[in-house]
């Protein structure tokens, strides 16, 4: 059974850092694409970071050069380093692997931002 398992959240005052780890147990981790979502109370899911099997990434507006994903291929883990934390990153995080017609969430991991 595939399990991603996030971690690395936690509280954290305005300004500061916080960097989420994402192992994932799939056969053929470096064939997937690798997210990072996250989900506000009371709002819809977003994306907030995505890298591709080749390493490509892509980030929202909202966290550009906050923000950072990287993939660890040997470890089979994703990373987000986030900084500059806002109030507003305050969520719920949630990794997500894609492959073709696979889709594998985590179960989330808390990040509060707040002094």
């Known amino acids: 059974q595939v399990q991603l398992v996030e971690s690395g959240g936690g509280l954290v005052q305005p300004g500061g850092s916080l960097r989420l780890s994402c192992a994932a147990s799939l056969s053929i981790f470096s064939l997937y694409d690798m997210s990072w979502y996250r989900q506000a109370p009371g709002k819809q899911r977003e994306l907030v970071a995505s890298?591709?099997?080749?390493?490509?990434?892509n980030y929202p507006d909202s966290v550009k050069g906050r923000f950072t994903i990287s993939r660890e291929n040997s470890k089979k883990t994703v990373y987000l380093q986030m900084n500059n934390l806002k109030p507003e990153d305050l969520a719920v995080y949630y990794c997500?692997?894609?492959?073709?017609?696979?889709?594998?969430w985590g179960q989330g991991t808390q990040v509060t931002v707040s002094s």
């Open positions: 997500n692997a894609r492959f073709m017609a696979k889709d594998y």
């Open positions: 890298i591709t099997a080749s390493g490509s990434t």
